[in-house]
């Protein structure tokens, strides 16, 4: 091995390690125990700063203060972040984070006093102590920031991508919805948002332009290496990773594994060999995996093939003539009910007819 190869050996190394959950990682508000184990999808929204929403003002100073209608007032202008954790692991939701805060507090808050960055330089620890102090309430950064995740479940995101041809949901155009929904259910908590950053899925200007169109009334920017280059994105993508690193936890003591225990999957990642090495060790032979695995994900389908790891053949019937079926073979003639109706009458003997009468 070269000295070049040794280098992106290294590399990969470092950046699983960066991937990779501590034992005893801080348990957000944003997991959902009961959905993570039932393999459902979900969204949490945290409360939104009352500095963030000004009071509503009245529609009228003339009028009665006992029939006064009022009118939502703009909260002060704020700058909101998008970032996700968890694309690429074949273990664990794929979790999108938005971040949000008044704009004149986004660099000296976020970068100088807490010294958020992209997630995937920042140690497990340092992100796990971040979204500690943004969850404790009496903070800064509690009092004058908002943030939201949606998990994507793997069994979602593997129903998506495995729909038959012509109808499949690929991950890009589930990462998307989950992006809009998300902001959308920022604005509807009356939050002001004027500026808009996204860490790019795709093209920057095609996934810009989209939007824009779905958000007129803010600056958008989507960027590649968004999550370095803007505050709010940053600590957007350490709420996406901290809820993933929990939720993979979660799932993980669900499996056995003692609290506190260092999980055998690793990081999630395919190229994790402990992953791969734990998906070949704990496959069922008939059912796989559970809510933790996105089967949709070739080291998945590889281990699921007929021969590998153990796995058994299914058989699915097909029916028979089912190209030539018509609509009239569902219903019945009369004669047939006749001949029915016959049968069932002579199993205790025959009949009588009217003739006997």
């Not at 459902?40 to 029939?67: A, G, N, Q």
């Not at 933790?292 to 998945?300: M, N």
């Amino acid at each position: 091995m070269d000295d070049e190869d040794t280098q992106m050996t290294a590399a990969v190394e470092d950046e699983i390690t960066l991937e990779t959950p501590l034992p005893g990682v801080f348990i957000p508000p944003s997991i959902n125990e009961p959905a993570l184990l039932l393999g459902d999808s979900y969204t949490y929204f945290s409360p939104v700063p009352p500095t963030l929403l000004l009071p509503p003002s009245p529609s009228s100073p003339s009028e009665s203060t006992t029939t006064t209608t009022t009118t939502p007032a703009p909260g002060p202008p704020c700058v909101l972040g998008v970032d996700e954790a968890g694309r690429g692991p074949v273990l664990g939701p794929m979790v999108y984070g938005i971040f949000y805060l008044p704009l004149p507090l986004s660099d000296p808050l976020l970068r100088t006093t807490h010294h958020f960055d992209d997630s995937k330089v920042l140690t497990p620890t340092f992100r796990s102590s971040l979204m500690a102090t943004l969850c404790t309430p009496t903070t800064d950064l509690h009092t004058s920031c908002g943030w939201a995740i949606s998990s994507l479940s793997a069994r979602d995101i593997g129903a998506g991508m495995l729909r038959p041809a012509g109808a499949g949901y690929n991950l890009n155009a589930q990462a998307m919805d989950a992006t809009v929904d998300l902001i959308r259910g920022v604005y509807a908590r009356g939050v002001n948002v004027t500026e808009i950053y996204v860490d790019t899925i795709g093209p920057p200007a095609t996934y810009q332009a989209k939007l824009e169109r779905v958000f007129p009334m803010a600056k958008v920017t989507v960027a590649k290496k968004a999550d370095s280059l803007y505050p709010s994105v940053s600590a957007a993508s350490v709420c996406a990773k901290v809820t993933r690193d929990a939720a993979l936890e979660t799932l993980w003591r669900n499996r056995g594994g003692g609290e506190g225990e260092t999980m055998d999957w690793g990081s999630g990642y395919p190229s994790d060999v402990r992953c791969s090495s734990w998906l070949k060790a704990n496959m069922h032979p008939l059912f796989g995996w559970g809510p933790e695995c996105r089967f949709s994900w070739g080291t998945a389908k590889d281990l699921l093939e007929v021969g590998k790891a153990g796995s058994v053949k299914v058989d699915w019937p097909v029916d028979e003539d089912a190209d030539t079926l018509r609509m009239t073979d569902f219903f019945v003639g009369r004669d047939e009910r006749e001949k029915d109706s016959d049968e069932l009458g002579t199993w205790f003997g025959t009949p009588a007819g009217l003739e006997a009468f």
